[in-house]
């Protein structure tokens, strides 16, 4: 049962949190939904597998302390069992979200379920509320973190770049200088985040090298591309109704390359990081066994190492969460919020990817779902209010809203069933 709804929890975690992170390149053209799902299948598993967490915290952020279990008669029964309930109901909750297109945060679904199977097993009192509190503190941070950097550098393109008089000849010239700052952050984040499980020998100032470098080396790349692209005169019009939209259709392909590379990250990320959310009760529950041998309550820890085929499990039903079921919130991400182009897209990925950086390195509680929403609005304000669809941000609010209330109700009574047919 924990392996089969283990693999639910990843596939709608590929359905939910991975359409998402891929919801502005397809939504802006840059790639097709066919396409993400090829970058998933490289991207996702590769982070999932090679880069994903060895060991996982089997409660967590830490909401309740694994060791009151083994305090309790049959404590390591309950503890499987809370585990099992909480897989479920942050995996239904997961499923009905990506099934009417909300996209909300897989942390805050698997964290409100243990929060509830802590109430239902050992009491309010020993639910570290505190911590629940910062986590839910993120429903504001992190959307106005991410929406507030993807405007300021969206502004910044279109004013060096889209509004200038001759586009084509200010991406070439502002294209490079951006292209510094982008993969320097890119290679950042990789390092920080998505190969923080890996022992690289790499420090502090070995990571800010190499980064520095990738900028560079991005910047001359893309100042050698960039110098071959023609600027458009009337007879490169065609299908084009002005000589303007020529230059916007040539400084888009730009920004399409720019934001499929993005992407290509954001996967890795996504995968290394995001696969312990459905792998962790999973761990927990396998480390209870040695063998088909049940250890009991010896076995529990609040960290447990993690065996390649149960990452395996969460990398591969990721990538088939994405490709079945992950259209609906990619299309709330990309299409209904505000209409997204190449420039908008790179600019709020490059903004939520920068924000997630930051918030990690000055510790700030941020969710990347909601980071990601948050640079998605913030592009969109950059044209004015009218150009957001309030009904649907309204909508996604409510959701996160309700993310831990119904993940943690929806867990106690599914741990009640259980406990009532399994415990004696």
Known sequence: MALAFGFYMAWTIGANDAANAMGTS????????????????????????????????????????????????????????????????????????????????????????????????????NVDFGTLGIIVSSWVVSPVAGGLLAFLIFTAIRKTIIDTPNPVLSVKKWGPAFAFPIFLVLALVLFTKGLKNVDLPLDTYGIAIISVLTGIIASTVLWWILRKIQTPTDVDRGEHETLRDVHHSRVERVFRYLQTITACFVAFAHGSNDVANAIGPLAGIVSLFDGTTFQGSDALGSAVPVPTWVLMIGGVGILVGLATYGYKVIETIGTKITDITPSRGFAAEFGAATTILIGSKIGLPLSTTHTIVGAVIGVGFARGMNALNLQIIWQIAKAWVYTIPFTAVLTVVIFKVLQYFFLV
């Open 26 to 125: 397809v939504g802006s053209g840059a790639i097709t939904f066919k396409e993400a799902v090829i970058i998933a299948a490289v991207f996702e598993f590769s982070g999932a597998i090679l880069a994903g967490s060895g060991v996982t915290d089997t409660m967590r952020k830490g909401i309740i302390d694994p060791a009151l279990f083994n305090q309790m008669p049959q404590g390591a029964e309950i503890f499987a069992l809370g585990m099992l309930a909480s897989l479920m109901a942050a995996a239904i909750w997961l499923h009905f979200a990506a099934f009417v297109g909300w996209p909300v945060s897989t942390t805050h679904s698997i964290v409100g379920a243990i929060a509830g199977f802590g109430v239902a097993s050992v009491g309010m009192s």
